[in-house]
Each structure stands twice: as structure tokens, then as C-alpha cells.
């Protein structure tokens, strides 16, 4: 299953307000929590565009075939 939009955008949101106030998101909803890796990537982006246009960096992350293929990105 993955998240629907307003799962994303209150995901994101709620990330963007931790960040904003230097805390830690510990309430997270179980709803709200990434399915799949495009689930977490469109949960970034989302949070990008929330945050702003102030993006100094990007992490890249690489992983082995068969991590790819459990995660859904074979």
C-alpha cells in the first residue's frame, strides 16, 4: 500500500515543524510512516517544497540488488 497525498503532505509537515523548532517528531502517526522507497522520496520531496527553495546538499545512497529488490526497486 502506498500513501495517499495528504499522507505525504502531513508526513512532510510534520517533519518541516520538527525541524523548524529543533525537535524530534516522536508522535509520528503509524499512518503517516513511508510503505516503500517512493513513498520516502516522495515524502522529500514534498518536504523540499515546504521547506523552501534552500536546498544546500543531497544525500545519495546506493544499495545492493537484493536490498533494491525487498525495498520494491529492483
Do not use: T
Amino acid at each position: 500500500m502506498s500513501l495517499s497525498q495528504d499522507q505525504i503532505s502531513r508526513a512532510a509537515d510534520i517533519v518541516a515543524g520538527a525541524y523548524r523548532n529543533n525537535a524530534i517528531a516522536d508522535d509520528f502517526p503509524a499512518d503517516c510512516m513511508p510503505q516503500s522507497a517512493a513513498d520516502g522520496r516522495a515524502i522529500q520531496d514534498r518536504l523540499a517544497a515546504v521547506l523552501g527553495p534552500r536546498v544546500i546538499g543531497w544525500k545519495v545512497g546506493h544499495a545492493n540488488r537484493a536490498m533494491r529488490e525487498k525495498l520494491g526497486d529492483g
